[in-house]
């Protein structure tokens, strides 16, 4: 267990609905970084926070969005979902930006 | 734009047997990790390379880094059929500034069989 939590584990929605995945990081760290893992795409960064600012982004679809709050979990929302954002979501989080990060369990959404 | 390839994709091999995963990676990096992922389940670090000549070994896995030659390997030893499961290399580009952002392999899914 990396002490990284993700809820929910399982997500089953609908196309054009919206979800919010969300994500508590290890104690003490203070980076989160929001990762997606698709049989297509294979495994991609999407955006990274730290302490509440938005540091990094990735390939991260308009209609998806992310943010950090003042207790350092993290949300990332998704829109409008379409079938092709099946996939596994991971959070992982770190310290600060030069040490290694720890990924969480994951949260799988499938867009139905 | 970094980009990093893995070979092979895929790879079965025999219990017993010796055989090496191989990480390319376009852009300078001064780290690279190396992940394993059992089915569905979160991604397990396994080493992390720091520097140009770095080797790392647990067990029946060792890494190795080349900086000069962008390339690092993944040597199986002896393979056991716990070892089964999908093997991913991920850099750092340094240029992003963000020492933990990573771009990763396609993956090398390993079958090891009795």
């Known amino acids: 267990d990396s002490g990284v939590t993700q809820t929910p584990k399982h997500l089953i929605t609908a196309t054009g609905q919206r979800v919010t995945l969300r994500c508590s990081p290890r104690s003490g760290d203070l980076s989160v970084y929001w990762y997606q893992q698709s049989l297509d795409q294979g495994l991609q960064f999407l955006i990274q926070y730290y302490n509440g600012e938005e540091r990094a982004k990735g390939n991260i679809l308009e209609r998806f969005s992310a943010q950090q709050f003042p207790d350092l979990h993290s949300e990332l929302n998704l829109s409008s979902l379409e079938l092709g954002d099946s996939a596994l979501y991971f959070c992982a989080s770190s310290v600060d930006l030069t040490t290694e990060a720890f990924f969480g369990q994951g949260t799988r959404l499938t867009v139905v | 734009e970094l980009k990093v390839e893995q070979n092979p994709l895929f790879l079965s091999m025999q219990e017993g047997k010796n055989y090496t995963i191989y990480c390319n990676y376009s852009?300078?990096?001064?780290?690279l990790y190396w992940y394993r992922q059992d089915p569905g389940k979160s991604l397990e670090s396994l080493f992390v390379?720091?520097?140009?000549?770095a080797v790392k070994q647990e067990g029946r896995l060792m890494a190795s880094l080349d900086t000069k030659a962008r390339l690092s390997t993944l040597h199986i030893t002896a393979a056991v059929h716990d070892l089964s499961a999908t093997y991913f290399c991920a850099v750092v580009d340094p240029r992003t500034g963000t020492a933990s952002k990573l771009t990763f392999g396609t993956g090398t899914r390993l079958q090891v069989t009795l």
């Open positions: 852009t300078t990096s001064d780290r």
């Open positions: 390379l720091l520097s140009n000549g």
